[in-house]
């Protein structure tokens, strides 16, 4: 093909990403070098550039660090270098001049309602769950449907693992898996790696075969539209979580155990979330037992600290039908202390859980680690 | 919640989001105002909006239109409003200062390898293909695999129309449709949106319920992971096409035959795709005409000029096996004059084929209206 044919191409690609054009055609000024960003070192540290040569002051925001400055050099690009870092994959962005920008040079983005951060994936050993390994690999389907509950369009991910076939007789546990305040209904999967993480424990033994549901953990979907105040509003905070649990269980639920084959019975259901999800699983769960057995909480955020409202019925007898409740939060996690006030409530009623305390902040490192070690105790 | 409980997500939000934060935290530095981008107005003209009061020249770059400076206020905000604009989705970056930058206020993003975009969408009436109506709706299936062919793990995605049971004995029809160069596998659709524009045509009964396969489009990744000079290499640009083909013929169509209930007759398949992934369908299809009786380009790009080389064996004995061949283009796209090349080619190897000019660039919103007219005529 001639050049002169892609020259509309050329065009659109000089303008679309003019920073991360490795050939830049000539143009009336000198074009700036091209730059890498983000670089991983072979020692896992990681450089991240941004060329904005008018910025007086620009600032990394790496998913569990605390923002740092980054220095700009004479040619007008702003570089920074952290680590090493643990292998993993971190979001981050740029704060330039006040303005949250994500990474130009990087095509790697987390879907997110409100907070748009490029990501880094640091490559680790092949036994880290996240990393995609040559195993079988399950499907994830993606359903869309009309909420009667919630009057609007929205959809659902369903993970079924290697070996699910639709036509045969084998029924297979549910764990419904509730993403946190901002994402979409596919941040399990895009930025928590749940199908790579349930390949990987499926290929290993270390996890029963199981499906994975992931619904649109918006009950009230104001509450991220308006923006981040919306959570603090207590009012719309609990009804979000109200019509979040009816489009779960007379929606969701059915649609998937009409659809998929699935064992209906509270001992092959698991429900489990992070953040804003762990709150829908415990409020969704423990309010009805007879439907969960397995209750999982990820750094559980949103609880009203009145918990004998939130939780009415609970008492002792749960444990009879209660096979696990995991409650789990990072140490350097800003909810910390509204998550061991959960587990003294839950010890004072005398209710049996397991307490998880493990490093890190608020974030999806955290989670990918919970769903690895939560995903193995399941359906046992 | 208190708000105290709530501490750490503010301080995320206020680092992550400035912008996006309707109600900032007290800061030392009287905050900017909030600004609203995109905002669409009733008479379906767009304003845009970036803070960056550092910037000497910010550009808006929207997807069909050529690049326009944008004005800022004594805030430091830029902007510009564009249109009335045609009911749609538009891509959109802006260009500052040299950096192109997606919108920090809007999350709806389009994914690509290289072009990082921000997406609005102007509403418009139900009846435009690319709107979710009220109608049953399809599911997308989400596949991974390794390729031998290609020797990485990838991925593609499967359309099934409302009605599709796997337990069922329907067959049905299949569509493979490929996306264009820096798309990923989702590019048809994430921002095509051929699930929508099918469950909507299926819902009149202007298409035949059918399956759509929407495979990645890199025979060769280096073709994209090079940057946007990779598709101006015409050995790698060939080999991309080969190996494509093959990953396709001999790893995709068989999972995909073996997993759903598919006829497998030539008549019952066919293959489109967009710019890099319209020469795809023609060098795919009109090379195994046995495979493929349905064959569609829109807006092709990177077919060599040496059509005879390409398809060695092409002549009008195809007008038996060829229900149709579909060649369309936008009247305003830089590549228009070597698909009336193609045309005019096959013209004179005597294969009867439909001509398709439609007003113009090489844009999604006449790729979304070519899969809207072609779908309709298959498999009649």
């Known amino acids: 093909m001639s050049l002169r044919a892609l020259l509309p191409l050329i065009a659109i690609a000089a303008f679309s990403s003019a920073q991360s054009q490795p050939a830049r055609p000539a143009a009336p000024a000198m074009p700036p070098p091209a730059i890498v960003s983000p670089e991983i070192g072979a020692d896992n540290r990681v450089t991240f550039r941004l060329r904005d040569p008018n910025a007086t002051e620009v600032l990394l925001g790496l998913e569990g660090s605390k923002p740092v ?10 570089s920074i270098t952290v680590g ?6 971190y979001g981050y962005s740029f704060l330039a001049d006040g303005v949250a920008l994500v990474d130009p040079l990087n095509w790697m983005m987390k879907p997110n309602f409100l907070y748009k951060q490029s990501e880094v994936h640091v490559p680790g050993p092949p036994s880290l769950p996240w990393e995609v390994n040559d195993v079988p690999h399950g499907e994830v389907h993606h359903h869309f449907y009309k909420s009667a509950v919630v009057g609007d369009q929205r959809d659902y991910y369903v993970y079924t693992p290697p070996e699910y076939d639709p036509r045969g007789e084998t029924k297979y546990p549910v764990l419904y898996l509730l993403h946190g305040f901002s994402d979409d209904a596919s941040g399990w999967t895009a930025v928590g790696r749940a199908n790579v993480i ?10 029963k075969p199981m499906l994975v549901v992931m619904p649109l953990g918006y009950g009230a979907p104001e509450i991220v539209t308006r923006g981040p105040s919306g959570f603090n509003d207590d009012a719309l905070r609990s009804r979000n979580f109200d019509k979040f649990r009816s489009a779960l269980l007379t929606e969701v639920m059915p649609q998937v155990e009409k659809e998929y084959r699935t064992s209906e019975d509270s001992r092959a259901r698991a429900i489990a979330g992070l953040s804003m999800g762990g709150s829908e699983s415990l409020l969704t769960g423990l309010n009805d037992l007879d439907k969960f057995a397995w209750v999982g909480s990820f750094s559980s955020g949103g609880l009203s600290h009145d918990f004998n409202t939130e ?5 002792s007898s749960a444990n009879a039908k209660l096979r696990l409740l995991w409650v789990a939060c990072g140490t350097d996690d800003g909810l910390i202390g509204i998550n061991r006030g959960v587990r003294e409530w839950l010890k004072s009623k005398g209710i049996n859980h397991t307490d998880i305390e493990t490093p890190g902040m608020h974030t999806w490192m955290v989670w990918r680690r919970n769903l690895s070690n939560f995903a193995p105790l399941l359906f046992r």
């Open 69 to 78: 400055p980054m220095q700009k050099d004479d040619q007008g690009t702003w």
């Open 84 to 89: 090493p870092l643990d292998p993993d994959f």
């Open 198 to 207: 349930l390949d990987n424990l499926i290929s290993q033994g270390k996890a």
């Open 311 to 315: 939780f009415p019925s609970l008492d």
